[in-house]
């Protein structure tokens, strides 16, 4: 037999032992082009993490501010830290509002790093990994979304608007802006929004992408060094309980279980690059 024939049978061969992939003739045609991986297009990315974003802020700023009920809440969670022996908010409050440049750097941190890096990583994804990019996407936008029932649930009122004054608001004595629940901002967002903290929620999907994804060493350590640095900012400046940070873990948690469900794996386990023909992918196999 000529080798050219030999070759042409063994690949018929070998295709048919390959499943054929669903179609829209089964009924599973369209879940399934929606499960697939496809490599995002720049300009409905930023219009959907605009209109999100809009919508989010929208959602958790139309939250009724229940001020009895959220300083109530915010007493109950601080005599639990204290009969669990963690609540040290106030000593790092305390401590950290001695050193200025320090508490100022904090402030400036708090405001602008939760959007700034966010961003980053998703531009990263967007550009490095775009096999990734939707299902990676998806664990940040089913996290905030589970965030906004806990703030309409569980209004929470932050350390640093307290009854009794043993929290320092940072942003107010070392006029900052910090916060855009203090100061003249304070009008324009809920400040009884602090169950779940989503600068953990967000800071650790970050950690948890660079640290998963990146080549370099050090900038995995970095990683996982950016949600550490975080939780420390978010006590020292009052804005957040360590509760809040183990709510906000807890709706990333959510997040990662939706993702896993709709595209049957992790979203790092996913392949980085789009395949050129998606309908040869399947969500149960590499």
């Known amino acids: 037999m000529p080798m050219g024939d030999a070759t042409v049978r063994t690949s018929e061969r070998l295709e048919e032992g390959v499943p054929h992939p669903v179609t829209e003739e089964t009924g599973r045609g369209p879940l399934r082009r929606l499960r697939a991986p496809r490599r995002p297009r720049l300009w409905f990315e930023i219009l959907l993490i605009a209109v999100s974003y809009w919508t989010y802020s929208l959602i958790r700023n139309a939250v009724p501010e229940q001020r009895t009920q ?29 050193v200025t440049w320090l508490v100022v750097g904090m402030n400036y941190y708090y405001a602008t790093l939760h959007f700034v890096v966010t961003l980053g990583v998703l531009v990263w994804l967007y550009r490095g990994h775009p096999g990734r990019y939707a299902a990676t996407r998806l664990v940040l936008f089913a996290t905030t979304g589970v965030a906004l029932v806990g703030y309409y649930l569980y209004p929470l009122a932050p350390p640093r608007l307290m009854n009794g004054g043993r929290f320092i608001d940072t942003v107010m004595v070392h006029e900052t802006w910090g916060s855009m629940a203090s100061g003249d901002l304070k009008n324009m967002s809920n400040q009884y929004a602090a169950m779940p903290s989503m600068h953990i929620g967000w800071s650790v999907w970050c950690g948890l992408t660079i640290f998963a994804l990146a080549s370099v060493p050090w900038v995995r350590v970095l990683g996982l060094v950016y949600p550490a640095l975080t939780l420390v900012v ?11 940070a183990v709510g906000g873990m807890l709706c990333l948690g959510f997040g990662y279980m939706v993702a896993a469900a709709w595209y049957g794996r992790l979203p790092y386990a996913l392949p980085r690059t789009v395949p050129a023909r998606w309908r040869a992918w399947s969500p149960t196999r590499a």
Do not use: M, P, Y
């Open 234 to 244: 978010i006590v020292a400046t009052a804005n957040h309980f360590w509760l809040d």
């Open 70 to 98: 959220a300083l109530r809440n915010a007493d109950w969670i601080w005599r639990v830290e204290q009969q669990l022996g963690i609540a040290v908010e106030q000593t790092v409050n305390h401590a950290v509002n001695s």
